[in-house]
């Protein structure tokens, strides 16, 4: 059921109950003439009485209505997949948020399969959901995922994987509430940038560095590994790549990854980027069977502030990391949802809606536990 037909029906049943209090506090014939002053009197307070009653029940039973309905009915949310840290963090966010305010939710794991999700997506307009929450699995899936939604009328936001301006354009009811992944990525090179010799551990004149990589059709990965190399070079510094590998944001990946390069380049490598902290945590054990030491022999950074990296980052075992704001995100796809519930489009080129990421370092990082 649409909206628009349960803020009908909560009209219809406030119309009955109106009309049912005017004819309860009319009377059906003329008072008699003979009738007691007193007794008249007793009449018209009771009278009032029951009006009062009625309009009362009728207060309460609009309160029920709008409740039963929710903020605004039934919304369908799909999830990449459940056993990504960070999505499991954000996904919960957005379920607490909904159905603390009276929404209907059904979340649906994607298992990082695109057709699975497609399904997952056509089942919800067919049950008649008034809005989509859309994580993607494959960002290049954003084509086939606007025209369906478009094509059903559905007020959609997408999260966590951002298409193109002109992919968004297609489709006025449709929002993109993220963050800006660039600035993530400079975030980390301005982690290695604030130490000490800024990345150049061994002061051969440029920083030696491995990217772990998440996966590389998604455009955080691609801005993560971009960007965070862009700060040192536009800092005037020299860098090396050593090796760049796909970790698809896995801890067991990141660990491999890294022990691998660990035993092929050695004390050649003085910082590991990461493209979120699942993988540095991975890294990290690399690290440690290695017999390095972060921020003494080795510098490792990250991307998402989950709790297990900054408990690292605060004993010394990560250089930093960088907030991605499950909550606020969160917050921010609710409100967004709400105001095209409400009726707002998005003209094209205003429909993203970013959420500010946050760098984390040991001064910090305790604020964010």
């Known amino acids: 059921m649409r909206l628009s037909r349960k803020v009908t029906a909560m009209a219809l049943a406030s119309m009955m109950a109106v009309s049912m209090m005017a004819c309860g506090s009319s009377d059906s014939s003329a008072p008699a003439t003979t009738a007691a002053p007193a007794a008249t009197e007793a009449a018209k307070t009771e009278a009032a009485k029951e009006t009062e009653a009625a309009k009362e029940a009728a207060t309460e039973a609009a309160k029920e209505t709008e409740k039963a309905v929710g903020a605004g009915g039934s919304i369908g949310v799909c999830i990449y997949k459940f056993d990504d840290a960070f999505m499991t963090t954000y996904r919960n966010a957005l379920q607490e948020i909904l159905e603390g305010k009276g929404y209907t939710v059904s979340v649906m794991d994607g298992k990082n399969d695109q057709a699975e999700q497609n399904n997952q997506i056509n089942n919800f307009i067919t049950q008649g959901v008034d809005a989509l929450i859309i994580n993607p699995v494959m960002t290049s899936a954003a084509d086939q995922i606007i ?146 030491k972060v921020n003494e022999d080795i510098y490792l950074v990250g991307v998402d502030a989950l709790d297990a990296a900054l408990n690292e980052v605060v004993n010394g075992n990560m250089t930093g990391t960088v907030l991605n704001d499950a909550n606020g995100q969160a917050a921010g796809a609710v409100e967004a949802m709400e105001a095209l519930l409400g009726g707002k489009t998005y003209a094209a080129g205003e429909q993203s809606i970013y959420v500010d990421y946050v760098k984390v370092t040991p001064e910090n990082a305790a604020d964010f536990q």
């Open 147 to 292: 025209a369906t939604v478009k094509d059903a009328g559905v007020p959609t936001v997408l999260i966590n994987r951002e298409p193109t301006a002109d992919q968004m354009s297609a489709y006025d009811k449709l929002v993109y509430v993220g963050c800006d992944a660039r600035q993530s990525g400079t975030m980390q090179g301005e982690l290695i940038l604030d130490t000490p010799n800024k990345g150049d551990i061994n002061g051969d004149g440029k920083v030696s560095y491995i990217m772990i990589q998440g996966d590389p059709e998604n455009v955080d990965a691609q801005y993560r590994t971009e960007f965070s190399v862009k700060a040192l070079t536009d800092a005037g510094i020299t860098v090396e790549e050593l090796d760049l590998q796909r970790g698809d944001w896995d801890r067991n990946k990141g660990q491999e990854i890294a022990q691998n390069d660990l035993a092929k380049f050695g004390d050649e490598i003085e910082v590991i980027f990461c493209n979120n902290d699942d993988m540095a945590i991975g890294a990290l054990q690399a690290i440690q069977a290695a017999g390095r």
